[in-house]
């Protein structure tokens, strides 16, 4: 007992410990403006093989009977997040009660100086799905290689950063996932094969510094499951963000025409997706965050099935560096209230 309440009282002071802080003994706040959204030091890391600036990654591991060559991790590099939201959601003009939670296994290996690995798998109630299992690769000029599952909707949609009743609509219509390569020249320019089976290329221009950031991507043709099957199309998009201080601004558009390259009529399966959202955390102890969700289509499946309008207010607290709490409501502005979506609940979300 006298040892819980010690725990409670230092609670304030204590940092995560994920495995990359393990791994080169930093601080969460090194990598991140706030738990869970990167700084831009952090995206730096991300995009140097997941190693500091000018780390050689022999330092931290063993020695293999003096083989200076062998790379042996010192510790087991893996990491979990668990997040969950419990509170009432409005189905059929009724609040019902509801809890929603999903775990992330996280692993990253640098297999040598120039070469890393990363896995990101993610379980639900009724799911199990593999984001990213990845290879990269260091090139010249700054420049590198990476093959494997990949997720570009993260990049764009950002739902790693929170957990937002549905927030994953948006996210899956997009469908920018698939088993492929990319070259990347630097952050926010980096083309390839998105998805070898089913014919993703996709393309990608910007630029990204401390405070701001902008690009636009397309994804000219490719096979896309949407609801029940699969369908031929291609998708387009634009995102932008602005971030000083506790400000931080983002909006992201796709554009996703599912039919033939060439054909642009919203009567036929299109929609318009993404989301914006303003967050502000102070002292990082303290955070607020109002986010916008929305799915709009002229094609009337889409339109009775998925649109939606959500406007979500968020508040909250990091009791420790690895632990964000707070509370979340949402009101889907597409329908009448009580309309499905409108949701309100306390959120957890935890590194560990």
């Known amino acids: 007992m006298k040892r819980f309440f010690v725990f409670l009282f230092f609670a304030n002071f204590l940092y995560a410990l994920p495995f990359l802080s393990r791994k080169f003994n930093l601080s969460c706040v090194e990598c991140h403006i706030a738990y869970s959204k990167p700084s831009y030091f952090g995206e730096i890391v991300r995009e140097n093989l997941y190693l500091p600036p000018n780390t050689n990654p022999r330092i931290q591991t063993l020695d293999a009977k003096g083989d200076k060559k062998a790379y042996i991790q010192r510790e087991l590099p893996v990491s979990g997040r668990f997040r969950t939201i419990m509170g009432l959601v409005s189905s059929e003009g009724k609040f019902r009660g509801n809890t929603s939670a999903y775990l992330t296994l996280y692993s990253s290996t640098n297999l040598s100086g120039n070469s890393s690995f990363f896995l990101s798998l993610e379980v639900g109630k009724d799911s199990m799905l593999l984001r990213y299992a990845t290879l990269s690769v260091k090139l010249p000029l700054s420049s590198s290689l990476t093959f494997g599952k990949t997720d570009m909707s993260e990049f764009f949609l950002r739902r790693s950063w929170r957990i937002t009743y549905q927030d994953f609509l948006p996210y899956d219509f997009a469908g920018l996932y698939g088993m492929g390569a990319s070259l990347r020249l630097s952050p926010y320019m980096w083309f390839g094969v998105l998805d070898v089976e089913k014919g993703k290329f996709f393309a990608r221009a910007g630029y ?8 636009v991507f397309t994804v000219p043709y490719g096979e896309f499951y949407m609801g029940d099957s699969y369908v031929l199309g291609h998708r387009h998009g634009l995102d932008f963000r602005v971030r000083f201080g506790p400000f931080d601004l983002t909006t992201s558009t796709i554009l996703g025409f599912d039919q033939k390259l060439g054909e642009f009529s919203f009567d036929k399966p299109s929609f318009i997706a993404g989301y914006s959202s303003l967050d502000l955390t102070f002292g990082y102890n303290f955070f607020f965050s109002i986010l916008y ?49 409108s949701y309100g609940g306390l959120v957890l979300d935890w590194a560990f």
């Open 293 to 341: 969700n929305y799915i709009g289509s002229k094609y009337e499946e889409y339109q009775r099935r998925y649109h939606k309008s959500l406007i979500t207010f968020t508040f909250g607290h990091y009791p420790l560096r690895n632990l964000k709490v707070g509370f979340e409501f949402g009101y889907n502005t597409a329908k009448r209230y009580p309309s499905e979506g």
């Open 208 to 215: 990204n510094s401390r405070f701001v950031s902008f690009g």
